[in-house]
């Protein structure tokens, strides 16, 4: 499945289209004869600015939170082995116990993996 489009895209997007919409609009009205250089400036000017600004003013699109990987079990270089292999073995155990969120192909949820 893929992600869903953000907030702050969506928002752009639609204020490019509608202002450029707008304008081509307003130039059929006006109906006098202007440049088609400064058609295009206006216009490339204008769209830019608006979706600039609906991009900015958007709210975030908020991400899941990935989980931190475990610490590493820290051995002293003044312990004996047993205190280490006591430390790794319940690192160990709370790594079984530890739930992993479902890992995702590499290109992606769509991509068989092999």
């Known amino acids: 499945m893929a992600a869903p489009i953000e907030a702050k895209v969506t928002a752009a997007s639609l204020a ?26 206006v216009t490339g000017a204008v769209t830019g600015l608006v979706t600039l600004a609906a991009g900015w003013l958007a709210k975030h699109t908020p991400r899941g939170v990935e989980a931190a990987p475990p610490p590493v079990p820290f051995v002293q270089p003044a312990m004996n082995v047993a ?26 949820p769509d991509v068989p993996t092999q």
């Open 83 to 108: 205190q280490a292999a006591e430390i790794v073995a319940r690192w160990h155990a709370a790594q079984a116990n530890r739930v992993s969120p479902p890992v995702t192909p590499k290109g992606g």
């Open 16 to 41: 490019a289209f509608l202002s450029s919409e707008a304008l081509g609009e307003l130039a059929v009205l006006i109906g006098a004869p202007v440049p088609a250089w400064a058609v295009q400036l």
